[in-house]
């Protein structure tokens, strides 16, 4: 059995590698990028929320096409939305350019929420059906990290040595999108070339029989979510999650240009901040398998005093004085935010049938961007009206609310957290049969 996960473990990982690698040299430079060509903070509010709202409206329908067609073309496709956004962010230069790059963005990211964890998690409980899934999602984990990692310190890398003109016709923050684009090219290629399934809908006919299921099948997870109410707490801190981490991410870039005086020199030094939060973001997720027993039996109220201390280190963040305390706030934010998510997930997938796996990922992230959208529109006015410390201190506030909500989750009856077997078709939402 081992002979015959590994195969599908490393190939899960090298995919994880290449979908983060492009996000990790985009978000150093990302809002720079924007406020660089004339987009103040209400503009970048707004590509914020159209992205949000795309992913929102794009989730459950897409997710229900991972799980009536098959994980690989929907990921595939995904690849090319981001490919599309990589080319909308080089090309752009006034807001309704962005707002179409970020729609190419939010669709790509709802393509990409579900197809390859519901694929190796399909996959690994097809050759081993009593997997703990922990220790494979902490890897996974960690594999991002170092994605996200390895992307920040090339952004850095890139910008310090093109200087402070930019190269090849494009100005300083643009050139890590420019890498990001080769990035999400190869995820492309590897997931055309290495991703495999036994049963993938295939031809015209096998589409049209796809997009009539997506119905059912989308009708069946949100019934799922609603009537089960460990589930409905993960979605709920998700959302509060959602809210909080984009809150951080509208506004540290523009506050370390302020703290350092020159957005040119943010530019150079934003890919080590994200590299540092990073890191602890790694550490986070690797630390995740590696819990002792008493944290790991108990996943809900472990995930929930994380996030506690994160949302105090959110406050912190606030009133941080310099870029460095910034960064050291980031890491231990993003550390344990990561560490949650590990026994977040693993809690979803324990209360999710495989028939409903990716409709439920993309549930979940559609509850996480409905958080983007409200920090969007609601929170970066307030931020521009009343100060960045300001905004920090709600998403903070949100974030102590969905810790409250993860800390009352449990794994289902009997379950334990080292040898967990597949849950059974909940009454009702059985799928109907999908030819292939």
Not at 175 to 182: E, K, S, T, Y
Not at 347 to 354: C, G, K, Q
């Amino acid at each position: 059995m081992t002979d015959e996960l590994s195969p599908i473990r490393r190939v899960f990982l090298l995919t994880t590698f290449l979908r983060w690698l492009g996000t990790g040299l985009t978000t150093p430079v990302l809002v720079l990028l924007l406020t660089s060509r004339g987009i103040d903070l209400r503009g970048v509010g707004l590509v914020f929320a159209v992205y949000g709202l795309t992913t929102t409206v794009s989730e459950l329908p897409t997710g229900g096409l991972a799980d009536a067609l098959g994980r690989r073309p929907v990921l595939a496709a995904a690849a090319i939305g981001f490919m599309a956004f990589d080319i909308g962010l080089l090309g752009s230069r006034d807001l309704t350019g962005f707002v179409v790059t970020g729609a190419a963005g939010g669709l790509g990211r709802a393509l990409a929420s579900g197809p390859l964890e519901s694929w190796f998690v399909d996959r690994a409980r097809a050759t081993t059906p009593d997997l703990a899934l922990r220790p494979d999602l902490s890897r996974a984990g960690t594999v991002k990290g170092v994605a996200l990692t390895v992307g920040a310190l090339s952004s850095t890398v890139v910008t310090t040595v093109a200087g402070g003109s930019g190269w090849g016709g494009l100005e300083l923050a643009a050139l890590p999108i420019a890498g990001a684009l080769v990035a999400d090219l190869l995820l492309l290629i590897v997931v055309v070339v290495a991703l495999r399934e036994d049963r993938v809908a295939r031809g015209r006919d096998a589409l049209d029989r796809a997009l009539r299921d997506i119905p059912s099948v989308v009708i069946g997870g949100s019934r799922l979510a609603w009537s089960t109410a460990m589930v409905r707490r993960v979605l709920a801190t998700n959302g509060a999650i959602g809210l909080a981490v984009v809150t951080i991410e509208l506004f540290w870039q523009p506050r370390l240009a302020a703290l350092i005086g020159s957005t040119a020199r943010a530019s150079q030094v934003a890919g080590l901040v994200v590299a540092s939060y990073m890191m602890a973001s790694t550490l986070g997720a690797t630390m995740a398998r590696h819990l002792p027993p008493r944290m790991a039996s108990r996943p809900g109220p472990a995930a929930g005093g994380m996030l506690a201390v994160a949302a105090a280190c959110m406050v912190g963040l606030a009133v941080a004085p310099s870029g460095t305390w910034m960064a050291v706030a980031l890491m231990v934010i993003f550390g344990l935010v990561a560490m949650s998510g590990i026994l977040r997930q693993e809690l979803l997938h324990e209360w999710v049938p495989s028939s409903r796996r990716a409709t439920m990922l993309s549930i979940s992230s559609l509850v996480s961007q409905g958080g983007n959208v409200v920090a969007s529109l609601a929170i970066a006015p307030l931020a521009a009206a009343a100060g960045i410390p300001v905004g920090w201190v709600v998403g903070a506030a949100v974030l102590a609310t969905g810790a409250t909500f993860i800390s009352a989750a449990r794994l289902p009856p009997g379950k334990s957290p080292l040898a967990n077997a597949a849950p059974p078709e909940p009454p009702g939402l059985q799928a109907r049969p999908r030819s292939t």
